[in-house]
């Protein structure tokens, strides 16, 4: 299994030039594409979207099946690469030794 589920879709025969650098965490990631230490990386649009506004990043692709409507000018990666989807997915998630009522969404809202 691929640690970076976008990976499943990266050409087979290596034809990107890409290579799959591990972080702990997008933070750092974001830290060194803003210092061009480097070139690409696939990111959340919430943590990256200030970037991409100041003029700082410049967004290539959404992974989307559709273009994203915040970037109408910016093309679905599937327009390129038939069939290329990768959808993103946001959770909660508290360590395991979590007391229930503590762990509960209801708890964490406050009610």
Known sequence: MQQNPVQQHRDPKGRAGTLHVPYRGGGPALTDLLGSHVQVMFDTLVTSIGHIKAGELRP?????????????????????VPGYVAVDWQGIAA?????????????????
Do not use: H, W
């Open 60 to 80: 290539l692709g959404v992974t989307s099946e559709t273009r994203v409507e915040v970037f109408p000018d910016v093309p679905a990666i599937g327009k390129f």
């Open 95 to 111: 360590p395991i030794n979590t007391p229930q009522s503590r762990s509960s969404i209801k708890s964490i809202k406050g009610n």
